[in-house]
């Protein structure tokens, strides 16, 4: 199978103009003859599932959030842009490329869900997505396509959580990413009412919360099929993925191959494949070991590296499609040190909401980089195997069941590598660095935040941890 460009343009749009001349516009201009309803039925029809990470089917995430719509106000449509995942690079790449796109899905959803006003939200640092965007938000308005519906952009924080869908709108009412217990069409931003000691939706909100209008939130790749999706018809759009796994995927391919990038795929098309074609093969006298999606999933041996890319699939070999943002590995790195890095980028990412995920995250990540250095003892491997059983207990968000399901998978597959990491005659190895991209160059040089590497489990930067969570730190605050 090969590149496709129904989502991802080969080259930037660079005007509305020229997105009209593409064919942008007839999603829109379909949704307003359709009506609310019958956008949903499309939506529901086409199988679109969520290309966040979950997989959520997006028909049934929007019908939800209609059946909760609020007398006191309306609803709210977020597009969340806040890319943050290990390996992933697939939203900023669209939103370069075609930033038209995404918001026109949005609109549509607007109209789908009663919403008056629709916010993109990316990190801080995330300048020429937001140069994008604010070009494309100004000639939409200007042409008009907006009309009653106030865009948008929001900015946050560096933090991975940012991108967790409840701890994102946390940030969106001014508020630290802690993700809430309460889901967002249950709670949305600009909630009426809200106390401070109320922060991180520690009481679960009902339908008529304090007349709390429900909030629409997805993923820049998910918007960007919506245009599709009502233009050609729901028939259309599967014409391409599977049944289960219907439409195109945008991937994102890091690590041991030759060079790095992002490309979009029919879903089905073999995890080989992509790797292949977008990393350019292995690299000179090496062979894949394994591949991780994200730091969401079980790791991926090179054995099953013939899984078609669907979320059925990846989840009958014990793993996870994810955000598609493989990182490859080969037989020159330790499975040891990617753990390592694995563990310590989510036991330094997690906000301490939930003691287990934070206390287990951080021992179980030390432990490792005892291994690693060559200072382990079997009474640490012990700690980093009850640990990892343990991280997860109450876990409000995924980041500690994604803790649990990478470091079962390293235990499961190299149990023989950890263990031999116990012998001190053993050269010590240096954690792999898991963090954010920032570019990926023309060339395919993949450019990494290696200012994590100094990241606290505090959240700062300082010296040396204070040994305090994040949630303590800023409730002291």
């Known amino acids: 199978m090969a590149i496709v460009s129904r989502v991802l343009p080969a080259d930037p749009v660079d005007s509305l103009d020229a997105y009209k001349a593409a ?41 939800t959030v209609a059946g909760y719509s609020s007398a006191a106000l309306p609803a709210t449509v977020v597009v969340n842009g806040a890319e943050g995942e290990p390996g992933s690079f697939k939203d900023r790449t669209l939103l370069r490329r075609n930033p038209y796109a995404v918001i026109e899905g949005a609109l549509i959803a607007a109209m789908a869900v009663g919403a008056d006003r629709v916010v993109v939200a990316v990190k801080s640092s995330f ?48 508020r630290p990413p802690f993700p809430r217990v309460a889901p967002p069409f249950r709670r949305g931003v600009d909630e009426i009412g809200v106390e401070p000691d109320e922060a991180a939706g520690s009481q679960m909100a009902q339908r008529d919360h304090r007349g709390a209008p429900p909030t629409l939130a997805n993923n820049v790749e998910t918007m960007a099929n919506i245009p599709l999706v009502l233009a050609d018809g729901p028939a259309a759009f599967r014409s391409v993925g599977t049944d289960e796994s219907p439409g195109t995927i945008v991937c994102t391919v890091s690590g041991a191959t030759v060079r790095g ?63 598609a943002g493989f990182m490859v590995f080969d037989d020159a790195t330790d499975p040891a040190a990617v753990a390592a890095g694995v563990s310590r980028f989510l036991g330094v990412e997690s906000c301490g909401q939930c003691t287990p ?13 005892k291994l690693c250095a060559g200072t382990a003892d079997e009474h640490d491997l012990d700690e980093i195997v009850s640990r990892t059983a343990t991280v997860a207990d109450e876990a409000r968000c995924s980041l500690a069941r994604q803790h649990q399901a990478v470091m079962d998978s390293v235990l499961r597959l190299y149990p023989d590598v950890l263990r031999r990491r116990l012998d001190p005659a053993l050269d010590p190895v240096t954690p792999v660095l898991i963090a954010p991209i920032v570019d990926i160059t023309a060339d395919g040089e993949v450019v990494l935040d290696d200012e994590h590497a100094r990241k606290q489990p505090d959240w700062t930067f300082a010296d040396h941890d204070s040994g305090k969570a994040p949630a303590q730190l800023y409730a002291e605050q």
């Open 23 to 63: 064919g942008g516009c007839r999603g829109l201009e379909a949704a307003r003859r359709l009506g609310p309803a019958a956008i949903i039925e499309d939506v529901e029809a086409s199988g679109l599932r969520g290309r966040g990470g979950a997989g959520f089917p997006t028909g049934t995430k929007w019908r």
């Open 127 to 174: 300048t020429a997505e937001r140069a994008r965007l604010a070009q494309a938000i100004s000639e939409i308005e200007a042409a008009g396509w907006a009309e009653g519906v106030a865009l948008g952009v929001a900015t946050g924080p560096s933090e991975y959580l940012f991108g967790e869908e409840t701890a994102l709108l946390e940030v969106l009412d001014g």
């Open 261 to 323: 990038g992002v490309a979009e795929f029919a879903m089905g098309t073999p995890l080989a494949e992509i790797i292949d074609t977008v990393g350019g093969g292995r690299r000179r006298e090496r062979h894949y070991a394994f591949a991780l999606s994200g730091v969401a999933s079980a790791l991926i041996p090179a054995a099953a590296f013939d899984t078609p890319a669907t979320y059925e699939d990846m989840a009958a070999i014990g793993s996870g499609l994810g955000a």
């Open 357 to 369: 995920c934070k206390d287990d995250g951080v021992t179980i990540s030390l432990g490792l980089a």
